[in-house]
């Protein structure tokens, strides 16, 4: 079954510490993926996506993703936390399951603190 | 500017009113999605139409209904409000176009409270 997994409900990291929030998939072919972020009482806002090429993502507000096709992985990262980063985050995966469909993760809080 | 708008951003109502949820983008997006959220929790989808007149059912079982009669709107009703209708119902559309990569835009959310 096609599917997206956050392993980490909750992430914790101090203000100009590296952050990484993680991401795993598990669909057949080759996936589109991506990263969305919440903010308390809004909607997703869209951050990044991996279609191909580069296995680095470039995105909004100095955040990264790596693609790890070996690992079926794609974790979120930003070399320097800010506070202002604390939100909810959201993985996504678009795979082929009997027609195209966006699958999200359950979130990820991640906590900043100054 | 293009954007997605939902109305009423907050609701409480009580149980055995029917309400209706809008939603409306100004993006020219074919596909448009509503999903419900309980706060800080998962996104479920409920509804989502790929074009006008195309409306299909989501994941969850949902009590709703929606439409499609114009590309830039798609309006959820519930006939009958209960509180286990209580959530955050959040739109979205995307557009095919864009490498076929579905890169969805949402709008800010409609929390209903159903007393």
């Known amino acids: 079954a096609q599917s997206v997994a956050q392993p980490e409900d909750q992430v914790n990291v101090a203000e100009g510490n590296p952050l990484t929030v993680k991401c795993t998939y598990s669909?057949?072919?080759?996936?589109?993926l991506f990263w969305y972020v919440q903010y308390p009482n809004r909607g997703l806002q869209f951050l990044l996506k991996?279609?191909?090429?580069?296995?680095l993502v470039k995105g909004s507000y100095g955040f990264e993703a790596e693609f790890n096709k070996s690992q079926t992985s794609f974790h979120l990262k930003k070399p320097s936390a800010l506070v202002s980063d604390s939100a909810l985050y959201f993985c996504?995966?678009?795979?082929?399951?009997?027609?195209?469909?966006?699958?999200f993760g359950a979130g990820t809080r991640l906590f900043v603190k100054a | 500017e293009a954007d997605i708008y939902q109305t009423p951003r907050y609701l409480v109502i009580g149980t055995g009113k029917k309400i209706t949820l809008e939603c409306s983008q100004t993006?020219?997006?074919?596909?448009m999605y509503w999903y419900q959220q309980d706060p800080g929790m998962e996104l479920h989808l409920i509804h989502y139409?790929?074009?006008?007149?195309?409306?299909e059912k989501g994941d969850l079982s949902s009590e709703s209904t929606v439409s499609r009669i114009r590309t830039e709107h798609f309006p959820l009703t519930l006939e009958s409000a209960r509180p286990s209708h209580t959530s955050q119902y959040l739109c979205?559309?995307?557009?095919?176009?864009?490498?076929?990569?579905?890169?969805?835009?949402f709008g800010p959310g409609t929390r209903l409270t159903v007393l």
């Open positions: 979205a559309s995307s557009d095919e176009v864009d490498s076929g990569t579905d890169t969805q835009y």
């Open positions: 669909v057949s072919g080759n996936p589109y």
């Open positions: 991996y279609i191909t090429g580069d296995n």
């Open positions: 996504a995966v678009r795979a082929y399951t009997g027609g195209f469909k966006t699958i």
């Open positions: 993006m020219g997006h074919d596909k």
């Open positions: 139409s790929y074009g006008v007149n195309s409306t």
